[in-house]
């Protein structure tokens, strides 16, 4: 299962745009990128995922470079609400959800 | 849709007793996984079901711990006896398939136990 090394933690302001990168070196051909964000007393929640280049949803962006050792997960315009653990994994697309958590990154957004 | 849910949300037991956990996967999940956090460590897998079979169990700390999905519907963690390193989080998960793209997991708020 491929590693992955984040920051343990990062501190912004409301309105901010975050950028969190996460590193994993030995990443394979069949593995993808998920990120997750976690509340306290919740369980993670689903943010992004992805393979390659970018992607964007509603809520974020993940950029992954094209040799995939690391991505970044933005976060536009941040409010207090946004304050988490975010985690980022990444999973072998045949070998199912038996992810490998880390420690995560937690923010916090001041006002 | 309604997300996955665990029940109890918390449970403090004596080292030496019997504490079930139970799961509700999101309708149609075939998928259901157990992980847990203990001592404010990272979160570990458990195991995971493919409906009512075990698909893998590789992360079941011990013959303590039993895990069951009858009818591949709801599952129950059963730990037997506790200890007390059993304490922590055990979350559970549920992805509607196997893989990894497009398929994220959906988790539950957790059970919080605490053996004394």
């Known amino acids: 299962l491929a590693k992955t090394t984040q920051p343990i933690s990062m501190d912004s302001y409301e309105g901010q745009e975050v950028n969190i990168t996460c590193s994993h070196n030995?990443?394979?051909?069949?593995?993808?990128i998920t990120w997750y964000q976690q509340f306290p007393s919740q369980g993670p929640r689903f943010i992004i995922q992805g393979y390659k280049t970018k992607v964007t949803n509603e809520v974020a962006s993940l950029f992954i470079p094209a040799d995939r050792k690391s991505s970044t997960l933005s976060l536009p315009r941040v409010s207090l609400s946004d304050t988490a653990v975010y985690y980022c994994l990444v999973g072998d697309n045949n070998a199912g959800n038996m992810l490998t958590f880390g420690g995560g990154t937690r923010l916090m957004v001041k006002p | 849709e309604a997300g996955v849910t665990q029940f109890p949300s918390h449970s403090v037991i004596e080292k030496g007793q019997t504490v079930t956990l139970r799961c509700d996967p999101i309708?149609?999940?075939?998928?259901l996984y157990w992980y847990r956090r203990v001592m404010g460590k990272e979160i570990k897998f458990l195991l995971h079901f493919v409906k009512e079979s075990k698909q893998d169990e590789s992360g079941m700390p011990n013959n303590r711990f039993l895990a069951e999905r009858t009818g591949g519907t709801y599952s129950t963690l059963k730990v037997q006896p506790a200890e007390l390193e059993d304490s922590g989080v055990y979350f559970c998960?549920?992805?509607?398939?196997?893989?990894?793209?497009?398929?994220?997991?959906?988790f539950g708020n957790g059970t919080r136990l605490t053996v004394t």
């Open positions: 309708s149609g999940h075939d998928n």
């Open positions: 998960a549920s992805s509607q398939a196997f893989r990894v793209h497009n398929s994220p997991l959906h």
């Open positions: 030995n990443i394979a051909t069949n593995d993808y």
